[in-house]
Nanobody
């Protein structure tokens, strides 16, 4: 399974970006969980948003709730992260991750835990200037 992120860029505060994560090697028709994570210099990787197909639940970190939106497209086998009203503190390398299987009833903290995911992309840089 391979994941390739794209869409990262340098933007001004208040602008929007859409990140894409193309998944190959396995179909998103299967049950899975997917997440977007980010890592800023000198900081730990943190969960931004996640989605479970088993119970159709979406989760967002408090810092991005209302501004970011996660979605997946089974036809394109791609996971997306729509980011609006970007802030300088959103600057980081963004990673997508996938773990296949039936995951139900998992809470927000666990769903945003990087350790739950097996497959990772290489990351895409998002830089937001004020």
């Amino acid at each position: 399974v391979q994941l390739v992120e794209s869409g990262g860029a340098s933007v001004q505060a208040g602008e929007s970006l859409q990140l894409s994560c193309a998944v190959s090697g396995r179909s998103l028709d299967d049950n899975y969980i997917t997440g977007w994570f980010r890592q800023a210099p000198g900081k730990e990787r943190e969960g931004v948003s996640s989605f479970s197909t088993a119970d159709n639940r979406k989760f967002y970190a408090d810092s991005v709730k209302g501004r970011f939106s996660i979605a997946s497209d089974e036809v394109d086998n791609t996971v997306y992260l729509e980011m609006k009203n970007l802030k300088p503190e959103d600057t980081a390398v963004y990673y997508c991750a996938v773990q296949f299987g039936l995951h139900m009833g998992i809470g927000k903290r666990a769903m945003l835990d990087p350790g739950r995911y097996r497959y990772w992309g290489q990351g895409t840089q998002v830089t937001v200037s004020s």
